[in-house]
C-alpha cells in the first residue's frame, strides 16, 4: 500500500514566498482583506503585522477556559492549518 500524496492548497502567497517578513505593502493589505473574507473571522481577530507575510487568526479563550471558536467562520474555510 503507498502513502496518500501531500496536497498543499496555496493560499494567498506565491511558490517559495517565505512567510516572514513581508515586502509589499500592497500585498500586506490585499492579504489582510482576502483572508478576513475567505474565513469568515471578524478583522479584530486578526493579527496583521509586516513581519509575516500573512495574517493570523487570534484565538480567544471560551467560558470554559478552553479555545473559543471563531464566530461567523466560514466552515469551507476550516482545511487552513491555522483554523
Known amino acids: 500500500m503507498t ?3 501531500v496536497v498543499r492548497r496555496p ?3 506565491e511558490p517559495g514566498e517565505h512567510l516572514l517578513v513581508n515586502y509589499d505593502p500592497l500585498a500586506f493589505v490585499r ?3 482576502a483572508f ?3 474565513s469568515g ?3 479584530e481577530r486578526v493579527l496583521a503585522s509586516p513581519l509575516l507575510s500573512i ?6 479563550k471560551g467560558a470554559a477556559g478552553g479555545v ?10 476550516l482545511w487552513h492549518p491555522l483554523m
Open 3 to 5: 502513502a496518500p500524496a
Open 11 to 13: 493560499f494567498l502567497t
Open 31 to 33: 492579504r489582510f482583506e
Open 36 to 38: 478576513v473574507e475567505a
Open 41 to 43: 473571522v471578524p478583522a
Open 55 to 60: 495574517p493570523l487568526p487570534v484565538p480567544s
Open 68 to 77: 473559543a471558536r471563531w464566530a461567523g467562520a466560514n466552515p469551507s474555510f
